[in-house]
Nanobody, 124 residues
Framework: QVQLVESGGGLVQAGGSLRLSCAASGSTFGSFAMGWFRQAPGKEREFVAAVSRSGDGTYYDNSVEGRFTISRDDAKDTVYLQMNSLDPDDTAVYYC?????????????????WGQGTQVTVSS
């Protein structure tokens, strides 16, 4: 079992940056692959980025590749999402998720644990 708490969301102008954090507790953080997903109003949840257990493997949705960077710090039991060149289309609630199987994937059904989400709003 792992508990996940996101932070770092907020309001930012288009072209700006934000860094999201997701703090994990309750289990061995290093045993999980981690992912970020987002859900905009009236839309389905979508994959954003994922990172392997070791941190060496990453995977991004095409819509964010080159703008967003996922990373992890196992000493702090935290995964990050650095978001640059933000666009109003990036406005959503962002969720982090943990995958005990260690699979770096974009499928949400592979992730067993989810945080409560943090709101990101990008103004034009």
């Amino acid at each position: 079992q792992v508990q996940l708490v996101e932070s770092g969301g907020g309001l930012v102008q288009a072209g700006g940056s934000l860094r999201l954090s997701c703090a994990a507790s309750g289990s061995t953080f290093g045993s999980f692959a981690m992912g970020w997903f987002r859900q905009a109003p009236g839309k389905e949840r979508e994959f954003v980025a994922a990172v392997s257990r070791s941190g060496d493997g990453t995977y991004y949705d095409n819509s964010v590749e080159g703008r967003f960077t996922i990373s992890r710090d196992d000493a702090k039991d935290t995964v990050y999402l650095q978001m640059n060149s933000l666009d109003p289309d990036d406005t959503a609630v962002y969720y982090c998720a943990a995958n005990a199987g260690g699979i770096v994937a974009g499928r949400g059904d592979l992730y067993e644990y989810w945080g409560q989400g943090t709101q990101v709003t990008v103004s034009s």
